[in-house]
Structure formats: C-alpha cells, structure tokens
C-alpha cells in the first residue's frame, strides 16, 4: 500500500510539474503532449460558432481539407435558390443524370425519370433526403448543365472567400478533386441560412411533393438530420435544421442549425469514423448532441 501511494504521489507530482512547464513555455498540453489528450469527440473535423456574434465556441482541425459528401448539397441549394425566379415553375426529372446516379448507388428522393416536378420538389428532393436526381436535375435547369452549375458552385466558393473548397458535382459523390473544411462549411452555411427559401427548406421536417402522374399523391419527403434525433434528449437546446452526408471516404458528417436559449448556433462535424456504411454508428449524431449541451452548460 505504502508503494502504491509513493508511486501514486510521485505521478501526481510530475503531471502538475508537466502543466507548469507547458504553461510557461506556452505549449498546448493536448496537442504537444498527446498521451494526455481526452478529447471525447469522434469526429476528425469540428467548426461551431454562434450566429449572433460570430463567436467560435469550438473547433477541431478546422481549417483541414476533408471530403464533403453530401454537404456539397447545402452549396447547390443556395446557388440554385439565387437563379431560381419562381419555385412552382415545372422542372422534370432530368432522364440521363437520374440514370447515372441511380448506377452510382446515390442517394434518391424517389422521383421517376422524366417526372414533371417543380424547382420547390426539387429543393426540398436535395436537401430532405438528400436526393442526387434532384441535385443533378437542379443543375441542368438552372445552368443547362451538370458541368456549368459546378462552375457555378466553385465562382461562389471563391466568392464567398472559401480557399480550402472545391467541388466536382452538385451531389458530392467522392471525388478526390471534392473537398472542403469544416470552417469553410461553416461560413457557406451561415450566408446560405440568410436566404428565407433556404432556411425553410433546411429547418422543414417533411415535405409532401406536388402530385404529378408518376405519384398522385406526390413523395413524402423526410430530412435525415432531423428524423434522426430523438427530442427528448434535446434538454435545453433544440436542432432545428440539418444535413447530414456520408461516405467511406469522407465518414459521417453533419451540419446543423440549433437553439439555445433562442440563439442560434452553427455545428459542423465531420469525419467521424464509419466502419460499415450499412450499419453507422452515428458518432456524428453523438458529437453533436454533446455540443449543444455544453454550449447550454457554459462549458463551450
């Protein structure tokens, strides 16, 4: 016991020698001494800050390229939003791009190849259950082409100031050459949320599409973000908007708007390791929720 205790003190004694050392030669324990890290977060990349101030609560390698996945999706609404004139006008299911993505296993809102939606169906299609038929039917609308709405994108990107951002499609299929930060993710969507359009369609739950003779009833239209949480475990704080992407490459990511305490705030977080993508573990969700709460908690 008494060598127990001896070995015990002695430990204590060189961890708080370490912190004193580190804090007068101005060293990041965490960062120069990783055998001491504790940090609790999955995800690899982290951005959250609040709206009002601008003020970052927390950041994780945010200013490191990563792969967006289907967060690319939040920068083909806004520029589709900008060139859009009227949402209830018709535009169908563009045939060959719902063809290729379909053969790329993408992700689908359901829509039929040729289907005579609206630009809104299609918004709500990209975002909600983040269908790339809608994105790439956006794309070829707006721009006549699936290679000049991406042209679109990167012009906005570079004028948004977003240095570390590039993209390659409108629906963020992998692509070496697609990638972002999560800082930068972070600012597209701050300016994305203060389009009205776009705010409603990122904050909506469900959708019910326009009837059309493929579905008469139209698509019931779910957002993977805000589906996927339980509101019971939001004390405190409530998420009211979201996107969510995932691929091997670019693992589990999720961007979200939240209240608390009726500010918002912006969360961005992505990496988070994915060992199988048909069965996810969710740790994007579980970051998530431990942010908010500790922005409610003051410990942010």
């Known amino acids: 016991m008494r060598r127990f205790l001896a070995i015990l003190l002695i430990i204590t004694v060189v961890v708080f020698m370490l912190f004193r050392v ?33 003020a970052i609560m927390y950041e994780k390698n ?43 296993n993408a992700m689908m809102a359901g829509f039929n190849a040729g289907e005579s939606v609206t630009y809104r169906d299609l918004l709500y299609g990209t975002m909600l259950p983040s269908g790339a038929e809608a994105a790439n039917s956006l794309a070829v609308h707006v721009a006549g082409s699936v290679e000049n709405f991406v042209q679109m994108m990167n012009d906005k990107a570079i004028e948004l100031g977003l240095n570390s951002t590039h993209y390659t499609s409108p629906e963020g299929l992998h692509n070496k050459d697609q990638y972002t930060t999560a ?17 409603a369609v990122f904050t909506k739950e469900t959708f019910q599409t326009t009837s059309t003779t493929h579905h008469p009833d139209g698509i019931f239209l ?38 608390v305490d009726d500010r918002e705030y912006i969360s961005i977080v992505m990496g988070a390791p994915l060992e199988d993508i048909s069965h996810p573990d969710n740790k994007q969700i579980v970051d998530t929720l ?3 709460k500790k922005i409610k908690a003051g410990e942010l």
């Open 222 to 259: 779910e957002s993977t973000v805000l589906a996927s949480l339980n509101k019971e475990k939001q004390n405190g704080f409530k998420i009211i908007g979201g996107k969510s992407g995932t691929t091997d490459e670019a693992g589990q990511c999720w961007a979200t708007l939240g209240l």
């Open 22 to 54: 580190a804090d007068k030669v101005n060293l990041d324990v965490k960062k120069d001494f990783p055998f001491f890290n504790t940090e609790e977060y999955a995800s690899q990349y982290i951005y959250v800050f609040d709206r009002e101030t601008g």
């Open 290 to 292: 431990k942010l908010y």
């Open 62 to 104: 945010a200013q490191s390229k990563t792969f967006p996945a289907s967060l690319t999706k939040i920068m083909t609404t806004i520029v589709a939003l900008e060139h859009i004139d009227d949402l209830t006008a018709i535009a169908p299911i563009d045939t060959e791009t719902q063809s290729e993505m379909f053969s790329n």
């Open 183 to 199: 800082s930068d993710m972070g600012k597209l969507l701050d300016y994305a949320l203060d389009n009205e359009d776009f705010k």
